[in-house]
């Protein structure tokens, strides 16, 4: 509906760089629709100001031949104050008509304030309405039909007269300028929506004499405003609200200052689903599953999810008692759901944690109440509803020392980067390595990257330590000036949503004099489609000065080869669950050789991992696989190690990995 729509449609960030244009708008532009994100809508249609402001118009030069076209230019903010929607109308032929009708100084004026598509003139002192013949085509009705204000008004929408006949009255009462929106019953009995502007005409006496109003039909753009509000708030896997518009009724439920309840629920284990079934049928579970909580809650509790296999419902004027029966009762409605998933029958159970809320209460206080008791729930075996209690907090304690570790480390050393070779299984040559982050403080115990990563991301913490990788990365690169030495860093999830984040990398290279094609970034499949605008953004700001994008994990999402199509990389990288097995009969040989017939076709280079031994280099060798890396090639190494050594001689990344292939 977006994409086809026949207004010019444009979301930007503040600064004013498009994000998203549809073909309408790109045409309007004279720019190729696959050449609109990243590109400054206000170089585009210069005279747009910086800060929105709705009724905007500006006359803009055609580029292909002489001649200009009107388009009518409005601005609104989306929710989260982060994005503005541009809407464009070309009212070019009406605009020329206009100017034709009249040479007088005083009606293009006129024309200017009142708008273009449709105007009217009420006469206060006869009540006499005069409507152009455009405008009552538009409410269905033909030229000349008379149609007093009072009959005017029994069209409009009874919830928006009240606000309609108030904004005429204060603009009649002051002599401003109004305008208003409302919905309308024209005479095919269908539901149209006008956005209107007008002023008031007074007498030598500051009486109001005419009222002039224009009426624009902007149905199919609120149409299309619904549909991005919709998308911003609604989760497209289950239709249930998402964590932005839970969050926001939670905070709206505190501000009443009435006490209620906050469960949070996760699904156990429900990865096994996703890995063992796929995640089309995960999804298909999911969406059961959604259905299932929602048949069991009434209207007033509000049921949302937060992402992943996590949901929390918000119970007003409810007792810690009165919430722990509903979590009871949610428990066992999925406990006792029957799902047949590849005609194999899969219990699920949910654990869940329950808060209370009382005035005063912030929404992330409650929130992280809730989280620990879901906590306490998960580490006293699973399927079963706690309620949150002071003590849990000490449960918390391993995680808060965790990541005070972590703000040590980072700020006074003891992370450390090691590099694993990715090898030409031809030439058995190292192309490049991936470096991948440790935690080597001294302190006890030890923590692996799946122990402090997560926590890491959870905390936003992650966003210092991709930078701080970033720039060790791109240092140690300066450090060997060899231009066969190439780098790739991951990059989480949170990150991908750091809108500063791709100035960062491209000030870092450009600082360093690096070549931006010795270092690559490795995102996540999972991580991609989880925040798809933000990896599309960063990809295409880094691709385009040379750097290499890598979809890390490939295979490991439903529906992987579609997110080739939409995102501009460079590479993949076969997830290792395909990889493991290659050498043995079954599935994955299939399913790599076709990866990479697909890739080869789209010019990507393909990387597997998670080779181990011999008989897995011969497997993929076979089916065209050209790189590989795992510990059959090596293990990691402390990043000085693969570096030039000081007095010039032959760096160790360029030496031949037959020891590291013995290890």
Known sequence: MLTHADIGLGVTDLQGTLRWANPALAAMLDIPADQTTGRSLPALLPGIPETPRPGLALLVPTREAPGHRWLDITCDTLPGDTELLYRAIDVTDWRDRELEATHEAHALRRAQVLGRMGNWEWFVTDDRVVWSDALLDMFGYPPG???DFARYCQLVHPDDLPALQATLEHAMHNGTPFTYTHRIRVADNTERVFECFGEIITDTDGNPTQVLGTAHDITQARRVHDELLRMAEEDPLTGLPNRRALTRELERQLATGNPGALLLLDLDNFKDVNDLRGHA?????????????????????VLGRLGGDEFAVILPNHTTHQATEVAAR???????????????????????????????????????????ALYAS??????????????????TAKRVSMLDRLRTALDKGGFELHAMPMVQLASNRTLGYELLLRLNDGQAPALGPAEFLPEAERSGLILDIDRWVLSKAIDALVTDPSPHLRFNVNVSGRTLEDEDFADFVLDKLAAAGVAPGRLGLEITETAAVTNLDAARALSTRLRAIGCRITLDDFGSGFGS???????????????????HAIDTPGADAVLVSGIVAITRGLGLSVVAEWVERPA??????????????GFHFGRPRHLTDVLMPPNGALSSHLANTEDGARS
């Open 145 to 147: 039909t008379e149609l």
């Open 281 to 301: 049928v995960g999804d298909r579970v999911m969406r059961t599953l959604a259905s299932t909580l929602h048949t069991r809650l009434t209207q007033h509790q």
């Open 330 to 372: 949610l428990r066992n409605a999925v406990a006792a759901l029957p799902l047949i998933t590849c005609g194999i029958n899969t219990r699920i159970t949910v654990s869940t944690g329950v808060a209370e809320y009382t005035q005063g209460d912030s929404w992330e206080l409650v929130l992280a109440n809730a989280d620990l």
């Open 378 to 395: 998960k580490a006293a075996g699973r399927d079963r509803v706690t309620v949150y209690d002071p003590g849990h907090y000490a449960d």
């Open 561 to 579: 080869f579609i997110h080739l199509k939409h995102l501009p990389i460079t590479g993949i990288k076969i997830d290792g669950e395909f990889v």
């Open 616 to 629: 897995q280099v011969e497997a993929l060798t076979n089916l065209g696989v050209r790189v590989a890396q």
